[in-house]
């Protein structure tokens, strides 16, 4: 890809998105960027406008209102329908409890949001993408859809869920000259644990306690790397664990 190109991240006013954005903007790109925080997300705007000097397009909204998701489609310019690159990465886990005693709306968020939600963006991303006859779609996946652990059965089926959506539409959309890629990251220390925990941001320090995790650069520039194969070279999928971690739930700890 170019200096120039454009590319929508969703879930950018945190973590990994916020790092793939600040990642792809410092080589020009052009960004739209989607997320349900307003301000974080105007902020990163603004600071990436100043500092990269490129045009940003904050899209403000929920990717579980498919409706809200079709009208900030509907209103895009020409100009901002060019998409190169989907990273769909908006997701989270909600909750942390064997199935036996779940909360049933923590699954109901993970699976709109990351299935249902992706899946949204994933339509109607491609379909531009499809209109312009190229473009790359990375979907974030996790070591969650490769193994899985006790308490994280939803989540897990949820990531398990976006590799099987990865690989099917590989099938439908290589024709189009597009390529659909996903990635896998371990353990990285963002708000994801936080989120996970309901706000209880001392056990989520813990889970990052006595190794040395991720950070969200790692998988930016896992990504950014994924982005600037020839145009004839599709990463498939990319796993990238902490030293530390071998497995979903595997992790030496030294505490
Ligand atoms: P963060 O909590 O830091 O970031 C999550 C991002 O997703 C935020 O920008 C949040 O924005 C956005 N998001 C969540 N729900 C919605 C929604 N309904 N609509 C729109 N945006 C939403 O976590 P990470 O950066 O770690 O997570 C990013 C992705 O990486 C997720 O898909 C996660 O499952 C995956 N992942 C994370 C790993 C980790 O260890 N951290 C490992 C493997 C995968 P906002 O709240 O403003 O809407
Ligand atoms: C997030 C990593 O191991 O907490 O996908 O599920 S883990």
Redesign the pocket.
Known sequence: MESGSLALI??????????IAIKLAAAGYRLIL????AD??ASLAQQLRSNAGVEVLEL??????REAARAAFAHLSPAWQQIDVLV??????QGYEPVHTGDESDWD?ML???VK??LTMAKAVSNLMIGNAKGHIIN?????AKDVYANGAV?CA??QA?DAITKVMRLELHVYGIKVSSI????????????RFKGDKQRAAQVYKGFE??Q?VD?AEAVWFMINRPAHVNIADLIIMPTAQAASGVVKKQL
């Open positions: 969703t879930g950018a006013t945190s973590g990994i998105g916020e790092a989607t997320g349900r925080r974080r997300l403000c909204f929920d990717v579980r209102d769909n990465n908006a997701g989270l886990s968020t709109d949001t990351n939600g992706l974030v996946s996790s070591t969650a989540y949820s990531k976006v896998a990251p371990g353990l990285a220390e963002t708000e994801f644990s936080e989120v995790p991720l969200a998988i």
